[in-house]
């Protein structure tokens, strides 16, 4: 799903490159898929931001894959080494109903919880297809859908996909400005891809997770020639990204201690 998605999204220089996917073993979670990513958004950002971006950069995105927990997080602006995204994902059997699935130091922080229903909520209207419509699509290898209202109290089976956000921005001016804007654009990029997740479900019923690793490797090569061969045309072009000391509206003195902003997203979906 996330490579399709990933290729869907990706044009022109814009979108996701592979660098890396593969095995890891880690001692505490056992075996995993390691998979490290650059994601060019330049053309996605909104205008104020553009201002005071480089013409190309990139977000550098670092997973680690130890099913039913995830992380992603190391994700690093290639040009402002102070602005990184951390994302923890824990999948249970349930319709979102633990409010504890997190490490508890984690109760005194500031956080928002938001229930995302992959059905009823409203995406941008740019990402919206007939086929992907939950209201309306039905599966026709595993019955599962029509979703209608109230789902989630009566869908089965079911599972809920936990994901705690932070967002860290250490720019005096900027900071609660751009960190509330990455929550949204996260909640809405994984809104869609909880619903593709869904209507693409005759898609992947049958992968054998060989068959996955072969269609990702498939797609990850078509997305990095769509993504890296525009770049490389680019640089003969287009001077090199400037250092966050280029921009005008930052110095040192406008740096502040960051504090710690949290969001802890609950997906419901059904598989």
Known sequence: MISKHSHEQSDRGEGVE????????????????????????NSKLPSWARAVVPKIFYVT????????????????CSFLPKFSIHIETKYEDNKGINDNIFDNE?????????????AYDEIPERYYKDSEDLRYFKSEKTSRGILQEGWRD??????????????????????????QFVHKVIR???????????????????????????????????????????????EHSTPKPSSLDDIEIHDKASVCPFSLSLSFITFIWCL
């Open 18 to 41: 592979v660098v890396q996917n593969e095995p890891f073993e880690d001692p505490e979670h056992g075996q995993g898929q390691f998979t490290e990513k650059r994601v060019y958004l």
């Open 106 to 118: 984690l109760k005194d922080q500031e956080r928002e919880v938001c229930f995302v229903d992959i």
């Open 154 to 179: 009566t869908q089965d089976p079911i599972m809920c996909s936990y994901k705690l956000v932070t967002v860290k921005f250490e720019v005096w001016g900027l900071q609660t400005r751009v960190e």
């Open 188 to 234: 809405d990029v994984l809104l869609l891809g909880h619903r593709q997740a869904f209507a693409w479900v005759d898609e992947w019923i049958d992968m054998t997770l060989d068959d996955v690793r072969d269609y990702e490797r498939n797609m990850h090569e078509k997305t990095n020639i769509k993504v890296v061969n525009y770049h490389e045309q680019q």
């Open 61 to 76: 995105e670092k997973a680690w894959n130890y099913y039913p927990y995830t992380i992603t997080g190391r994700q690093r």
